[in-house]
């Protein structure tokens, strides 16, 4: 799944590390999150969505087709 | 339940792992010479009470872990009991078979083997799947270095060592095995600390 996680991450002036922390899961997930390698569960993508505050559909976009 | 702290993890899990060498190393070769069934069997259950609290460590670092973290500890551990039970199927047939001759102490590797299965299996999934490195999991402030690892493993390991010595043990075999992996190791660091200045001053 794209999304703008790095995008809204850099925008705050945080590192993986700080989001990480703040959503509370390693900074592995926040990674693989960024990559694409990894598609959070709902409430995760909540959790991020709140961080942000911003909705999850402005965040995560699904692969089309 | 809370994530839980590597540093304190990777110690508990050392100095469990340091008490199950020793152990195996001063008592379990008393079980032959015991006088008595209960005294015997006490002896040979022993080693067992270590892994069990490092198996008990190492449930509620899964139960702790974020999503991701589950998710590859329980691939990691599916496919290791998989490796591990065909492992056993085939043995255990052979063994019928009277093809090969296997004792009971063959089950004593079942869980080394399904340790290092697991291992490799989630390092595989850290780095080559989700795009990570083994070291991403944690604040780097959390983690104990490397280096710091294999020094306390090598110094518990030449604790044990001179415990040994102490005890005027004439296993000179097992002896010269538990000192050889300390210098080892002890060189190991030294190289690397070598190395690591070098790179420093270049």
Known sequence: MKNRLRELREAHGWSQGDLAERVEVSRQTINAIETGKYDPSLPLAFKLARQFKQHIETIFEPHKG | ??????LRYNLQVAIAMTI??????????LVRTAQGMPVKALLAMLPVLPMLY???LMARRVMGGD????????????????????LSLIGGFLAAGGVVKLDGGV???VFPVLMLV?????WWLITRVYGGSPGMECDARQTMPWRWRILLIAGL???VALVFWWRGDRDDTLLG???GMGAAMGVFLVVAAVRHLRGKAE
């Not at chain 2, 199950?20 to 070769?29: D, F, N, Q, R, S």
């Not at chain 2, 697991?118 to 989630?122: A, D, N, P, S």
């Open chain 2, 1 to 6: 339940m809370q994530r839980p702290v590597p």
């Open chain 2, 20 to 29: 199950y060498v020793a152990v195996m190393v001063l008592a379990w070769p």
């Open chain 2, 54 to 56: 490092v198996i008990g």
């Open chain 2, 67 to 86: 999503e991701l973290e589950q998710r590859t500890h329980l691939l990691a551990l599916g496919v290791a009991t998989t490796v591990v039970g065909v």
């Open chain 2, 107 to 109: 089950l004593i590797w």
């Open chain 2, 118 to 122: 697991y291992g490799l299996t989630r």
């Open chain 2, 157 to 159: 390991i030449g604790f």
């Open chain 2, 177 to 179: 095995m538990l000192c």
